[in-house]
């Protein structure tokens, strides 16, 4: 099992940048496909961006393709989530979760783990 923690939302100017961090817990978290998910309040849960256990591959839903990147440090377990250009529609709560599956899975349901969620405000 591993418990995740995100941190690093917080409020930003359209065009602007923020960085997104989760932190896992346990010693096997270079086991564990990683995703990054948001939630708009009244919409379902979008997914972001997904890497695997060795960061070699990384997958991105198209609306983020070019801004964001996902990066893991599997010495720190930790993966990140650097959001370039952001865009008011860019705001929500944003969750980190963890996969047993391999590959980038893009289905939440493909997560059993999650964090609590870090809220990005986008202002226009």
Do not use: H
């Amino acid at each position: 099992q591993v418990q995740l923690v995100e941190s690093g939302g917080g409020l930003v100017q359209a065009g602007g940048s923020l960085r997104v961090s989760c932190a896992a817990s346990g010693r096997t978290f270079s086991t564990y496909t990683m995703g990054w998910f948001r939630q708009v309040p009244g919409k379902e849960r979008e997914f972001v961006a997904a890497i695997s256990r060795s960061g070699g591959s990384t997958t991105y839903t198209d609306s983020v393709k070019g801004r964001f990147t996902i990066s893991r440090d599997n010495a720190k377990n930790t993966v990140y989530l650097q959001m370039n250009s952001l865009k008011p529609e860019d705001t929500a709560l944003y969750y980190c979760a963890a996969s047993l599956q391999l590959g980038v899975p893009a289905n939440d349901k493909a997560y059993a783990f999650w964090g609590q969620g870090t809220q990005v405000t986008v202002s226009s």
